[in-house]
């Protein structure tokens, strides 16, 4: 029976189960046994796609960036005034977010107690790092509010947008789409911080 189940896993499939303990439990609170169990297979089978837990939470962080900074990369991103590509920026990190909500609420619980969190916990920075470059670039372009705190505005623009991890749950009843919270917070920042004058 185990043989069969273990025939169907895929590292895929493993690592969704893998994050689904890993947000439930906490990252240091999940044994290999807790993965077992919730995964229907042995050990021995999970140590047959990867090497540790450790490996697990790499490979689930690394999904969650690679989303985020992919962003990064895209056309909207890259050309433009600097407050269009933020509004681009901003809309495309909110779809990611829900897209792959279950792995970017990983990463944004992640403490710092292993190497792996501590390198999730330097590259979030850098993503933040960029985004703040695109809100200094358009305060410099005259977009922003001559008033606003560049500093303040991205811990809040960042504060909204990592919430969604705390409230958002798809296909239940009422749940906005991916879409409609995506405008919604770029309406919401932006009305606060485009320059009108």
Same mark, same amino acid.
């Given at each position: 029976?185990?043989?069969?189940? %273990?025939?169907?896993?895929?590292?895929?499939?493993?690592?969704?189960?893998?994050?689904?303990?890993?947000?439930?439990?906490?990252?240091?609170?999940?044994?290999?046994?807790?993965?077992?169990?919730?995964?229907?297979?042995?050990?021995?089978? /999970?140590?047959?796609?990867? %090497?540790?837990?450790?490996?697990?939470?790499?490979?689930?962080?690394?999904?969650?960036?690679?989303?985020?900074?992919?962003?990064?990369?895209?056309?909207?991103?890259?050309?433009?005034?600097? /407050?269009?590509?933020?509004?681009?920026?901003?809309?495309?990190?909110?779809?990611?977010?829900?897209?792959?909500?279950?792995?970017?609420?990983?990463?944004?619980?992640?403490?710092?107690?292993?190497?792996?969190?501590?390198?999730?916990?330097? %590259? %979030?920075?850098?993503?933040?790092?960029?985004?703040?470059?695109?809100?200094?670039?358009?305060?410099?372009?005259?977009?922003?509010?001559?008033?606003?705190?560049?500093?303040?505005?991205?811990?809040?623009?960042?504060?909204?947008?990592?919430?969604?991890?705390?409230?958002?749950?798809?296909?239940?009843?009422?749940?906005?789409?991916?879409?409609?919270?995506?405008?919604?917070?770029?309406?919401?920042?932006?009305?606060?911080?485009?320059?009108?004058?």
């Amino acid at each position: 029976m185990t043989m069969a189940k %273990r025939d169907t896993y895929t590292p895929d499939s493993l690592l969704a189960v893998a994050v689904e303990v890993f947000n439930e439990r906490g990252y240091d609170g999940t044994s290999m046994e807790h993965l077992s169990k919730a995964a229907g297979i042995s050990k021995s089978s /999970i140590y047959h796609h990867v %090497r540790s837990k450790e490996e697990l939470l790499r490979r689930a962080i690394s999904r969650a960036l690679d989303g985020l900074f992919g962003v990064l990369q895209e056309p909207g991103a890259t050309q433009g005034r600097a /407050i269009e590509r933020l509004e681009y920026v901003t809309r495309r990190e909110v779809e990611v977010l829900i897209a792959e909500l279950p792995y970017v609420t990983l990463l944004l619980r992640v403490r710092g107690n292993t190497d792996t969190e501590r390198w999730a916990m330097e %590259r %979030r920075r850098d993503f933040d790092n960029e985004v703040a470059e695109l809100l200094k670039a358009a305060a410099a372009e005259g977009d922003l509010r001559p008033d606003a705190d560049i500093r303040l505005a991205t811990r809040l623009l960042f504060g909204m947008i990592n919430s969604i991890v705390e409230w958002y749950r798809p296909g239940r009843g009422g749940s906005a789409s991916a879409e409609e919270v995506a405008d919604a917070v770029v309406r919401t920042a932006f009305a606060g911080l485009r320059n009108e004058g």
